[in-house]
C-alpha cells in the first residue's frame, strides 16, 4: 500500500511562493500517478493538478494553471507541486493521493487521505 506525506505548507502573503511536497513510502510514485487536491473550509475537496506516470503529462485545473507547477523529483519517491503567483482563494489544505491515471483525477473522490498541509494566503 502507498502511504503519502504532504509537506511544505505555511502562511504566505498574496503573489508569493510555496513549494508543497508529496512523499511516497513502501513504493516509488515511478507506478502510480499522483494528483494534488485541496478543500477549503466549507467547500469540497477538488482537484488541483495531477502527475501522469505514464508519460509525464501533467494536468491543471483552470483556477490554477499558469501558476502552479507539478513535478516529479529524479528518485521518483516525491512528487512537488510549485505553486506561485498565490491568491487567497489557494487558501486551503492540499492534499496528494496515487492515482492509478489521471484521468478524470478532478472528481476523484477517495476514501482514504492523509493530513495533508495547510496553506494560507493572506496579507
Known amino acids: 500500500q502507498v502511504q503519502l506525506v504532504e509537506s511544505g505548507g505555511g502562511l504566505v502573503q498574496p503573489g508569493g511562493s510555496l513549494r508543497l511536497s508529496c512523499a511516497a513510502s513502501g513504493i516509488t510514485t515511478y507506478y502510480y500517478s499522483i494528483g494534488w487536491f485541496r478543500q477549503a473550509p466549507g467547500k469540497e475537496r477538488e482537484g488541483v493538478s495531477c502527475?501522469?506516470?505514464?508519460?509525464?503529462?501533467?494536468y491543471y485545473s483552470d483556477s490554477v494553471k499558469g501558476r502552479f507547477t507539478i513535478s516529479r523529483g529524479d528518485a521518483k519517491t516525491t512528487v512537488y507541486l510549485q505553486m506561485n503567483n498565490l491568491k487567497s482563494e489557494d487558501t486551503a489544505v492540499y492534499y496528494c493521493?496515487?492515482?492509478?491515471?489521471?484521468?478524470?483525477?478532478?472528481?476523484?473522490?477517495?476514501?482514504?487521505w492523509g493530513r495533508g498541509t495547510q496553506v494560507t494566503v493572506s496579507s
Open positions: 493521493a496515487a492515482l492509478y491515471s489521471c484521468a478524470g483525477y478532478e472528481l476523484y473522490k477517495g476514501d482514504s
Open positions: 502527475f501522469s506516470n505514464s508519460d509525464g503529462s501533467t
